[in-house]
């Protein structure tokens, strides 16, 4: 059985680089700065509110990753959580995600959006799109 996937609706883009026939826009470029890197935390963990979003961004030994801020267990701050590696712990029942890809790292059916991420300069900056 295929596991459903719990990922944001991205308007019909299905990530091959072409625009969707169903009439939909993709806007491919909605970088929004999202923190300053030299005041990220030492501990990678942080989370900030774009476009009334929570967004939770970890830092980990191969750059940032960005996902879905809220828990999708009972609504825990995932970026209040702790990192372990690649994996993000949530702070109320300690489910655990990989970062990487939002998967949740005993229930397949589980994955919460994740989002791009750069950095240009001091500022970190997120694609919502
Ligand atoms: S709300 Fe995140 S594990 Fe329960």
Not at 36 to 49: H, I, L, M, T, Y
Not at 101 to 114: E, F, K, L, T, Y
Request: net charge negative; glycine share 14%.
């Amino acid at each position: 059985m295929r596991s459903q996937s719990r990922r944001h609706n991205t308007g019909g883009y299905t990530g091959d680089g072409k625009i969707p026939a169903n009439g939909k826009t993709f806007m491919a470029d909605n970088w929004i700065h999202a923190l300053a890197v030299s005041e990220f935390p030492e501990n990678g963990v942080s989370e900030c509110v774009i476009d009334g979003k929570i967004i939770a961004i970890f830092r980990t030994d191969d750059g940032f990753h960005a996902m879905d801020g809220i828990c999708p267990h009972q609504g825990g701050s995932l970026g209040k959580g702790s990192l372990h590696g690649c994996v993000a712990r949530c702070p109320w029942h300690g489910w655990e995600y990989d970062v990487r890809d939002g998967q949740h790292q005993s229930i397949p059916a589980v994955q919460v959006p994740i989002y791009q991420v750069r950095v240009s300069g001091d500022s970190l900056e997120v694609n919502l799109s």
